[in-house]
């Protein structure tokens, strides 16, 4: 692990009660991330992913590009493997490969990009689009963004995944909208993933999509983990409570993020970030302690009445 990012995860984490000697230079000493298993496969994949939505959409700006190559390369040495992407998000797809063809395609590389547009053959042309910026032969996950045209794009999806070109198909949603009409695919679609909206100021999902995703064996995406940082706004100047230490957090975004993640029913959640530094913060909270389910009622109640 290169020293600095080993420096950037060992701050998050040591004041946090992981024993030191753990933290070593040495990658094989180190402590592996928390992984969930996929329901449909039984592969794992670490807990803590990557968002894209305006962080990775920086055109072709050079000094801008590079910056993003840190951050990529920060988060696979801290343990990242899923990057979720979509064509909605200008030119993050084509920043992301640039990325991956700098610092080598990484075996820990979970590849998550969406299909968004009304029209089934424009579909078709903007998944092909999406292979090639990538660069991968195979998408690991592409899922329906927003659900826009979502029966003609599950049927093209299907397809795909029984020709072997992409491994994983889903749908998505965001802002906390649309859960009845994700219920009903959730309950009448053979899908492996589903995206939506969780964090401890918008908890509607644990009422139903979080069960039924459960019931149905189905993989959880969590987006705006930060509630769009909404909650950073709210509570970024504030200290930490001091129990925050029992599941090792020493930070704002490990408090979000290890509420979300420790939830049994998600798989994993993407916070998105142009800063190296910020990406030390939010792939600590993969390591260490999670909360139980006593602790996250205590979270839930210290946010509300805060």
Known sequence: MRRRNFCILLSALAPAGIPFNTL?????????IITRNIPGSGQPIPVIGMGSWITF???N?????NERVKVLKAFFELGGGLIDSSPMYGSSEEVIGYCLKHIGMSKALFSATKVWTPSRWHGVKQMETSVSLWGEETLDLIQVHNLLSWESHLETLSYWKSKGRVRYI????SHGSRHDLL???????????????????DRKAEETLLPLAAEKKVAVIINRPFQGGRLFDKFGDKSLPNWAAEFNC?????????????????????????????????????????PDN??????VEYIENF
């Open 57 to 59: 959409n920086v055109g």
């Open 183 to 201: 219920a009903r695919i959730l309950s009448s679609q053979s899908i492996d993933f589903v995206q939506f909206t969780y964090n401890l100021l």
């Open 250 to 290: 020493v930070n704002w975004a490990q408090f979000f993020l290890k509420f979300i993640i420790s939830h049994p029913s998600v798989t994993c959640a993407i916070p998105a970030t142009s800063r190296v530094d910020h990406m030390g913060q939010n792939m600590g909270a993969g390591y260490g302690r999670l």
């Open 24 to 32: 070593t230079a040495g990658r094989s000493l180190f402590p592996k």
């Open 294 to 299: 006593g602790m996250r009622r205590r979270m």
């Open 61 to 65: 700006d050079q000094s801008l590009r």
């Open 170 to 173: 889903g749908v998505t949603t």
